[in-house]
């Protein structure tokens, strides 16, 4: 039987330039950011994560990808940010040999919309632009450009009447990030009969990529 399992550390640098600070917080609520999606503030830092994933191909065999992932962002201004994301790859299988390249660069910007201390809400919007080709055929990584504008929102229960007073200590975070190609062709290194590495296409679909986390405070 198949099973999926993901391991991840995560380093991060927050203040470059300047002495540290806590950000991600409307009023007396914190909201972190998670493993699958960033919290919904701004600020200078540089998270770096280490992970290990392992699926199940659909064929009875399962595929490990290994990878190291950065992101580095940089305030343009207290409520703009520019950044840059990049990666890199190791994927193996079962009776193939492993591949590994970089990841598919993508520039962004993400600006805080909306803040609100007494209903302890944030809200922030962004855009990326994958850079085409900038990822590796190895790892199926080898893409056209792609856009993909996101919205990201915090909103904590500490304003909720006496008589829910037992919601307080949670939040909900979330975000939505749909990704449009401009080529639903992508170029993936395959193994042929003759156990040769040779450049096939593959379909690149949209993607509509949603995410929500329920989170416990205990302040």
């Given amino acids: 039987m198949s099973t999926t399992r993901y391991i991840a550390v995560v380093i991060a640098f927050a203040g470059i330039g300047r002495d540290a600070y806590a950000h991600g917080i409307a009023g007396n609520r914190h909201f972190p950011g998670t493993l699958t999606f960033d919290d919904p503030a701004i600020t200078d830092e540089w998270p770096t994560e280490v992970s290990s994933f392992k699926h199940p191909a659909g064929d009875g065999m399962d595929v490990t990808n290994k990878a190291i992932t950065s992101s580095f ?92 007073s037992w919601l307080r200590p949670f939040a909900i975070t979330g975000a939505v990030t749909p990704a449009f190609v401009t080529s639903h062709k992508s170029s993936v290194s395959a193994v042929t009969p003759g156990g040769q590495l040779a450049p096939v296409l593959t379909p690149t679909p949209n993607i509509f990529h949603w995410r929500v986390a329920l989170e416990f405070s205990t302040l």
Avoid: C
């Fill in 73 to 164: 962002s940089r305030l343009l201004t207290p409520t703009l940010l520019v950044g840059i994301d990049t990666g890199w790859i190791e994927r193996s299988r079962s009776g193939f040999p492993s591949q590994a390249g970089p990841d598919m660069t993508s520039l962004n910007l993400k600006s805080l919309v909306y803040e609100n201390d007494p209903h302890e809400t944030l809200v922030s919007a962004s855009f990326a632009w994958g850079i085409a080709h900038s990822g590796s055929q190895a790892i199926g990584a080898d893409q056209a450009t792609t856009f993909q504008p996101g919205l990201f929102f915090g909103k904590g229960f500490g304003d909720v009447p006496d008589n829910f």
